[in-house]
């Protein structure tokens, strides 16, 4: 594989482009051309619709989040030493089984087979030590259970203060307990803050758990609430298969 030039950074506008803000629905995806040296020049089209301006129906403008994205695919594609368009992801840039944005893959990606390479395409051992390494730096604790299964308190008042703080650890066993949450002896000793999780099930009445510091983690994945306990259902189902008890 040819070598890539450096990335030119030197006046801070090499990545500007043309690109602008987006004035609204029916108008034709921008580009951002960027200049890779004078080897490439790549534009990449950006639908403003999907990922930028504001398109009248309140979705906010992404543009500098995605700017900050391409930025980083262009630093991993230089560390890793690969062609800018040899990798393909999901619409909106997301690498590898791991589904890593390149920040993400820049930050927490790591090298667990020790070939290397970080590679999310190919090598479980990568996909796992980084998704491991993802959730430790967000605050993931060796042992300590993701959830518990309560009932909340009867008290819409107490429910609703509770349920306020959303997915972030913020109560005690004991504070839960005195606002009326019923919880699982099992969770008379954990180590971790708590917080009161609602799941809602169409027309059957919601479900709700107390989630701890690793079920906060799971949500800096992906924040939401039925994404985490789907992680956590299916890792579930993988253990007791793999303990021989059957999914
Ligand atoms: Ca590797």
Redesign the pocket.
Known sequence: MASLPRLQHENGNQRQGNHQKGHGAGQRPQRIDVRLGDRFRIGVAVDQNGLGGDDGEGRTDRSAFFKDELENWFVLCQSEGVEPLAWKGSYAGAIGMAQFMPSSFNKYA??????????LHH?A??VIGSVANYLAEFGWKRGLAVRFDVKPPQDLEMRAALLAADVLPTFTVAEMADQGVILPPTASAVDSALALVELQNGDAAPSYVAGTANFYAITRYNRSSYYAMAVVSLGEAVRRAANGAGA
């Open positions: 790591v090298d667990l087979d020790g070939d290397g390479h970080v590679n090598s051992a990568d």
